[in-house]
């Protein structure tokens, strides 16, 4: 008898074993995961059923189609092709070029220019007052100069750096989760760099999870492997209604499309589209991920509001040419894994005070 | 033991020397290729950034190294470097420079006194180019410095960090020092440590407070919130 127990004793560690092995043997493979098949692998939660299957797949199939329609319907408005003059202020030399209204953009003058303006050009400057998209379609005659992360005063681009970032990091965490857990994005707030850390605010089909530090570098390994592909953030202004339909699947952003489109001449809406993922901003965004050089997912935090329980992803990044050694970028990240106080989902404000914080105590 | 220190006759060429033999061709064979050098050397001096081949530079920034450490090392007395001078600076008043300005200028380098960089070359021109420099040259920096900008998104970020630990720090501190005062207070009747810790330094007052946190650490939490009202 105690001999048959022993063998079940046996049989019961080498079981626990296998488990294990099975746990970690995983693990490896959830760090290196590409965006395409595996998704992010929570191991204390992955098992929990019930959720209902989503295909987020589909829908940002969906999604592409009619912003490609979209896209394809406003290149065919154009019409006759008109001649504008835009003339070129800065480095190397002043220019003048002739181009197509509507569809010649920022970065086809660059091409006309040299090679390392293109590589360098991060957003343009119109008229010397308006920020204006590298891949956004010129309308009118006008004066352009561009911008860069090593101008002397690089404030705007920064914080279209920022923006861009945020938009990413929305596209990572509705790409890294498996299909189970329903991820639905809710907005972020106005980008500031000054606040050490750009955020995405979403809602997730998880109760109170807390990400192990493996799933933060998963995290940060999409965010990083999407900024290696070096996707051109395509802009596109479309009609409430046609946004409304295509962010028919997310309830938060049709609650925010008539409020946003009603701030807007004409009730349109600013869409933006790196790779498949699409998302509402008003922009500006840098011209492409490849300008994304280090980047780290932080944190997620819990945050409580009216509209229910959201999970406050924040991040860190610099850009491609900005070198910076690990100590300082360690400090960096230790400040972004800190609560950012940015906008809540539901407020009008642009900062919240978060409870017990250090801000509070001091008025 | 009257033997000479032999490393020593000579002063060290603060640069490396690439051992390998260069192409380096010109009209007039030995003598022609001596001249090439002779020119660029003074070139160098007199207009303290050239750009030319990489192997002209190369070779003669040796050259030019050596005869600033001797200008330096023996002064403008000393026979047999003025007569190196002469020959290899073709124009007799950048002699005078070379002893009367660099020579000064380099007095405290530790470091090389000529800066070479690659350039690209253009398209009839096949060589390798590049450009070779005094330091200390009036002319604008080759490369801007970046880490001089203060608006640069990593020192913006950098600065908000250090302000946001900075004001960590001092809450830290005030918060020690209530502590402390609080402490003090139920004690009763110790005036003197109390005007104590308003004289000793914040690194004094932070030690203390620490110790008396040890001592009574539910006190000093329960006090935290009541600063707030």
Known sequence: ?363 | MNQAEVSKLVSQLRIKVDPHIKKFRFKGGHTGRVYRLRQVVTGLFKHERIEANYTELDEARGYAERLISDAIRHGDTHEETMEAASYWLTEKQLVHKLFKVLAPRYQAYDISYTRMLKVSNHFPNIHPRAVLELRGNPYPPLFPNKNGNRNLIHNVLLEEAKKQFRAEKYEEIAKNLEEKAEAAKTETGSPSSDSDSQTGTAAQTMVEAETSREIEPKEGSSHAPKTTS
Not at chain 1, 135 to 159: A, G, S, W, Y
């Open chain 1, 1 to 363: 008898m105690s001999w048959f127990l022993l063998l079940l004793y046996l049989l019961l560690l080498k079981l626990i074993n296998i488990t294990m092995m099975h746990i970690f043997t995983r693990l490896p493979s959830s760090i290196r995961c590409s965006c395409k098949d595996n998704r992010l692998l929570n191991l204390t939660k992955s098992f929990s059923t019930g959720s209902p299957a989503v295909d987020t797949k589909q829908k940002r199939q969906r999604r592409n189609e009619i912003f490609d329609l979209e896209k394809k319907r406003q290149k065919e408005k154009v019409g006759r092709i008109e001649k504008i003059s835009v003339s070129y202020k800065g480095p190397p030399e002043n220019m003048e070029f002739v181009m197509n209204r509507g569809i010649s953009t920022p970065y086809n003058i660059a091409q006309h220019i040299s090679e390392a303006i293109v590589n360098k050009m991060a957003l343009a400057l119109i008229d010397d007052t308006t920020l204006w998209d590298v891949h956004r379609p010129l309308e009118n005659d006008c004066t352009m100069q561009i911008l860069h992360f090593e101008d002397q005063d690089p404030f705007h681009v920064n914080k279209a750096f920022w923006r861009t970032c945020s938009f990413l990091l929305g596209a990572v965490a509705d790409n890294a989760f498996k299909d189970h857990i329903p991820v639905s994005l809710h907005s972020f707030p106005p980008p500031n760099v000054k606040s050490g850390s750009f955020v995405y605010d979403v809602q997730l089909g998880l109760d109170s999870w807390v990400p192990a530090k493996d799933d933060l570098r998963t995290l940060s390994a999409e965010f990083v492997s999407l900024a290696k592909k070096d996707l051109p953030l395509e802009r596109l202004e479309i009609s409430s209604e046609v946004a409304l339909d295509m962010f028919a699947d997310n309830a938060f952003k049709v609650e925010q499309i008539p409020d946003i489109a009603s701030s807007n001449p004409g009730n349109t809406v600013t869409v933006y589209r790196a790779g498949d993922h699409i998302d509402i901003s008003r922009g500006p965004m840098i011209a492409g991920t490849g300008f994304i050089g280090r980047a780290t997912i932080t944190a997620v935090h819990q945050i409580q509001t009216d509209l229910g329980q959201f999970y406050r992803f924040q991040g860190v990044a610099l850009p491609r040419g900005i070198m910076l050694n690990h100590f300082g970028y360690g400090i960096l990240e230790d400040r972004a894994r800190k609560l950012n106080t940015g906008r809540l989902p539901n407020q009008t404000d642009d900062y919240f005070t978060p409870l017990g914080s250090s801000s509070e105590m001091a008025s």
